[in-house]
């Protein structure tokens, strides 16, 4: 099993930065892909980005491409979302996800979730 724990979220201008972290516990945690998804206020929960185990692939949303990057210390059993040039529409609950599968985007894939980090971008 394996608990997630994201922080870091918190109110920025538009076009400032935030550093999401997301702490997993749980001996299994290194052989897990990740994946970070987002909920705006009256949307649906969506996709933003994701790693596989190793940390070798990356995939985005094209609504982050150039903008935000994800990576992973598998010795601290962190996972980082960098959020840069950030857009009053990316303000939403941010969620760290973890899986054993290899559709990245499908949020079915993912069986354990974080609680959820608020980031707000004001204009």
């Known amino acids: 099993q394996v608990q997630l724990v994201e922080s870091g979220g918190g109110l920025v201008q538009a076009g400032g930065s935030l550093r999401l972290s997301c702490a997993a516990s749980?001996?299994?945690?290194?052989?897990?892909?990740m994946g970070w998804f987002r909920q705006a206020p009256g949307k649906d929960r969506e996709f933003v980005i994701a790693?596989?185990?190793?940390?070798?692939?990356?995939f985005y949303a094209d609504s982050v491409k150039g903008r935000f990057t994800i990576s992973r210390d598998n010795a601290k059993n962190t996972v980082y979302l960098q959020m840069n040039s950030l857009k009053p529409e990316d303000t939403a609950v941010y969620y760290c996800?973890?899986?054993?599968?290899?559709?990245?985007?499908?949020?079915?894939?993912?069986?354990?979730w974080g609680q959820g980090t608020q980031v707000t971008v004001s204009s």
């Open positions: 790693i596989t185990r190793s940390g070798a692939t990356t």
């Open positions: 749980g001996r299994a945690y290194p052989t897990y892909n």
């Open positions: 996800a973890a899986g054993p599968g290899t559709y990245y985007t499908v949020q079915s894939n993912y069986n354990y």
